[in-house]
């Protein structure tokens, strides 16, 4: 498992938002964009992660 430390505005984290997006928008009709703000984790001692895991 590697965590990375990434900017949320990056294509990466993008693309991976609106796939969860879409994903919890198909299972309970609402897509959470409205509760999610990039800012909140661009704020000092704040962190946004990406998660990979190999194999």
Known sequence: MEIIDQNPSSTE???????????????????????FNSDDVRKLRSLFAITYIQG
């Open 13 to 35: 984290a993008l693309l991976l938002m609106n796939e969860f997006s879409s994903t919890l928008e198909a299972i309970t009709g609402n897509s959470g964009h409205h509760s």
